[in-house]
Nanobody, 122 residues
Framework: QVHLVESGGGLVQAGGSLRLSCAAS????????MGWFRQAPGKEREFVAA????????YYADSVKGRFTMSRDNAKNMAYLQMNSLKPEDTAVYYC???????????????WGQGTQVTVSS
């Protein structure tokens, strides 16, 4: 079992920055790949970023490349998403998730947090 809780969401002006955190419980956290997904009202859930268990490899959706950075700290059982140059289209509920390996497919993630709202004003 891995329990995930996101935090750090809020309201920010376009062009600003926000840092999301994902706190994980469970001794097996370090063996999982981690991912961030987002879902806006009326939209499908979409892949944002993923990171390998070691933190050596990261993957990003084209829409966020160069703006978002994912990281993890296994000693603290934490994963992060640093979001810079935010745009109104980034507005969504952001979810962290854990999988056997990091992928871009939501179906491969077996543990999910409850989400944190990010709203970017124009």
């Amino acid at each position: 079992q891995v329990h995930l809780v996101e935090s750090g969401g809020g309201l920010v002006q376009a062009g600003g920055s926000l840092r999301l955190s994902c706190a994980a419980s469970g001794r097996t956290f370090s063996t999982y790949g981690m991912g961030w997904f987002r879902q806006a009202p009326g939209k499908e859930r979409e892949f944002v970023a993923a990171i390998s268990w070691s933190g050596d490899n990261t993957y990003y959706a084209d829409s966020v490349k160069g703006r978002f950075t994912m990281s993890r700290d296994n000693a603290k059982n934490m994963a992060y998403l640093q979001m810079n140059s935010l745009k109104p289209e980034d507005t969504a509920v952001y979810y962290c998730a854990a999988a056997e390996i990091p992928t871009r497919q939501a179906a491969e993630y077996v543990y999910w947090g409850q989400g944190t709202q990010v709203t970017v004003s124009s």
